[in-house]
């Protein structure tokens, strides 16, 4: 990526994929492992070539659409990532989903 001038990648914090649920927190803001981990790998690998990592935070279907359980994922990310220079947190990205996952301004 470095060598094609690509110097920003995008990660999302919550994932389901073929019933495999590949979150970083729970859906209340708890550190998941080995998820979180692997995250902080990925960071720190893209970080030593130069790359900034975009951490899209995003609401599963079946997430709580209270406002502070989000709130509480939210803090959670920014504390574990506290110590890496290279991460963008994107907590409101998808202004076209118009289900509970979008986070209004």
Request: aromatic share 8%; charged share 25%.
């Amino acid at each position: 990526m470095a060598a094609r001038k690509i110097n920003w990648i995008r990660v999302w914090t919550f994932w389901g994929w073929s019933g495999t649920d590949l979150s970083i927190t729970t859906l209340t803001g708890a550190v998941r492992e080995p998820y979180m981990s692997r995250l902080k790998t990925i960071i720190s690998e893209a970080n030593s070539r130069g790359i900034i990592v975009d951490v899209t935070m995003s609401r599963d279907r079946g997430a709580s659409p209270d406002i502070n359980d989000y709130i509480a994922c939210a803090r959670t990310i920014a504390t574990q990532l506290l110590p890496y220079r290279n991460v963008y947190i994107d907590v409101g990205n998808e202004r076209d989903i118009g289900d509970a996952r979008h986070v209004p301004i």
